[in-house]
């Protein structure tokens, strides 16, 4: 698991932030955009924290338990997977073709020291929840330590 | 690790359907937006929705938008994913499309309704080197640079190339995000190896950096220029500011405090004064080096310069004027009387319209000369314009001040010139003005000619009024006829007609002759000219109305006298009838009145033409032939057919003429009239060429001397015709004694002075018969038959 997170990190695109501003910049400018090629698109989270987790939502709907993968890492959290598509309407002629299918995957930044071994996952009505116990002592808060002074 | 998740349907198929992109490349890993408009593309991109989603997408040869010929495209491409689709209203669609993989085609395999082709995938040749990562790191200060000059670029974008490491999508990626021409895109795209295509990436991002550096460095030139004009108009009105803090209210103001000396000066009357004022005050606000600034100043100096209340007082004196008129010109008593009425009047009544006065005449008679006279007479100043060949309507009345370089018409030119605003102008030639499509100068000249409108004649370019009612205009033309009726209606037409060869004499006596001496360097006392040398140039050398021949040809003499001093001849020349053909050569003209005789066939008429009357001789002779009747020397259908009235009128009375009725079955008759190459036309030589048609057939001569003109009808009756007053001179100036003219045109003659009339006998006539009974002599046969 890690190591397949290793090669991620490898490829591109460092940071979460630096996909989601170029999205924007595509989606207003039309300038030319990267995804990696085995990738189709990213789906939509929402991230927030509570006293004591750190949780995200992750908009994935219509997926097959099969099709979905998570990978943790230090700072970071990957969710990739598989949307297949429809296939029940032979003969159709698209109007709109907005909602995303095939090949995803996202990269997901964890600022606060989390408990990577502590994960609660659930998957309902399309939304995937992941939840991360929140480390408060041993990085969120300073220790204060004492200095020996010799006299 | 194991793999989970399979992907096999997003594997690249061997058959794929071709999306042909207009001047655009898209490669792989890349995103792009592209708007689908053809029906068959539309199409396409439908089908593969259904099925894989995936085409294969290559670009077009040809950069020019329309009409592309499909076949004409690169033969390596990228296969692509649709990922999105929008409808837009116009029925076009819009796609969201990601490159996968470089691709080539193998071979077409379906061309309609849209084109498949079997293609393979190409793999990027890509071994890590210390050259790679040179020029990867190189490519990005690069981009760096152009994002920098570039605004197109987000920040965003360098952002994310910065952080690409893998060589072949940083190519890629930075290849979608600059311009570019289609076919270095092309070449990225069919470079497989991953060195070569950062080294051909290097040059394309080099050379575009070049470029923008160019650029920006225009620019910020330009945006130089731009701020340091604006600088100086910021300075220039800080220096107004603080002039005016000063109470050094401008130096500007030095041309307008003149403008404002000038306009109250110039008394203007109170429509110009308020336009005056109000253009003033324009040009006060206007920047001195505006365009507008200039215009304003040449008007302004328009009207302050134009002789608004200016005027020469009239010296009513009107012996003095008597007198100058007489000394310039000799003759000519009815024009002098009419001047003398004028200025009688003038005494008498102070303010009086300006009486328009056209002087209708030959060339040389003195029409223009005698427009000068009169402004002696009268102490006014003499302007003229000369209206021959005007085309223009604004050459009288100006162009709009809208117009670039714009000025008044000529009118207000030359009264600015003058200088009063009532001197003698003189309008040259108004016979000949033009018209075309620019419109209509003698209509413009209307207003400028009716004594009741032009007090308020308005130019185009002034736009107020000016009072042209002060100034005494006097036309000039050759000819009446071709006025414009409602122009010669405004006129008081006088005629002058031309000289006769005693006036001709008096005036190269009085004129011409001490004239010709000044300017030839001679003195009086040089040459001297007998009366009957002068006569004989009038005579022999000149055929004329005027006078301007005979002042050249005694110029001719007076020049190769000048010369004969000049190469130490002493004593006085003396120029006699003799010697004139000694200077001037043998005589041109030949009065051959003296050597006529009276013979059959040839009658002597009168013609009229613009340069005054003419004498005409008509031939006719007869011969052997069948009934034909020819009739030369350039002659009108009217003329033709008066003549054929005159045979058919003869060959009608042919008993009562004694003519044998079969000598017209058995000849031509031919009928010439000369000089052969002056076309003529006209009514007026009807009865001369019966005359000379009869006196053919009875064969009874014609008396030589005894001159004749009048329309023929064809029972034989003589209608009047014009011009007898010129036609009189020519007779006299040819020596004739008699001349027949119709009877109604017995009116004509009390116009013309009694020194001309005097020692001629006119008979009026009323029919042909008349004619005959004065012209053919009975009896005699002719020596030359």
Known sequence: ?151 | MEEKVEKPSYSIPNEIPLLVLDNTVLLPNIIMPYPVKDVRDIQLINDSLVDSKMIGVFSNRIIEKDEIPKDEIFEYGTAAVVLKLFKIPDGSIRIIIQGLKRIKINRVIQDEPYRRAEIHVIEDEYKPSMQIEVLQRNIVETFRKITELSPNIPEEILTATININDPAILADFICSNIEMDLADRQNILKEVNIENRLKILTTILGREVKMLELGSKIQTKISTEFDKSQRKYFLREQLKAIKKELGEDEELSVEITEFTNKIKKAKMPKEALAVAEKELDRLKRINPAAAEYSVAVNYLDWLVSLPWKVSTKDRVDINRAKKILDEDHYGLVDIKDRILEFLAIRKLKKSIKGPILCFVGPPGVGKTSLGQSIARALCRKFIRISLGGIRDEAEIRGHRRTYVGALPGRILQRIKQAGTNNPVFMLDEVDKIGMDFRGDPSSALLEVLDPEQNSTFSDHYVEVPFDLSNVLFIATANELYPIPPPLRDRMEIIQLPGYINEDKVKIAERYLIPRQIKENGLKPENISFVTTAIEKIITDYTREAGVRNIEREIGTICRKVARKFATGHKKIVKITKNSVEKYLGSAKFYSDMGKRENEVGIATGLAWTPFGGEILYIESVMMRGNKGFTLTGQLGDVMKESARAALSYIRSKSEELKIDNRIFEKSDIHVHVPAGATPKDGPSAGITIATSLASLLTKKPIKHDIAMTGEITLRGKVMPVGGIREKVVAAKRAGIKSIIIPKKNMSDLENIPEKIIKNLHFYPVEAIDEVWNLALIDGKTNKVQ
């Open chain 1, 1 to 151: 698991m890690a190591k397949k997170a290793d090669d991620h990190d490898d490829f591109m695109l460092n940071r979460d932030e630096d996909i989601r501003s170029m999205f924007k910049i595509f989606s207003k400018s039309h300038h030319p955009f990267l995804l990696p090629s085995d990738t189709r698109w990213m789906p939509a989270v929402d991230v927030f924290e509570t006293d004591e987790e750190f949780i995200l939502i992750v908009d994935i709907a219509s997926i097959d338990s099969k099709d979905v993968e998570l990978f943790i890492k230090k700072g970071y959290i990957i969710v990739k997977g598989i949307r297949r598509e429809i296939k029940k309407f032979k003969k159709r002629h698209y109007h709109k073709m907005e909602i995303d299918y095939g090949p995803f995957e996202r990269k997901i930044d964890i600022p606060i020291a989390v408990d990577e071994y502590n994960i609660k996952t659930q998957y309902k009505d399309g939304f995937l929840e992941i939840r991360l116990k929140k480390i408060v002592d041993r990085r969120g808060s300073k220790r204060i330590i004492n200095i020996k002074w010799e006299e």
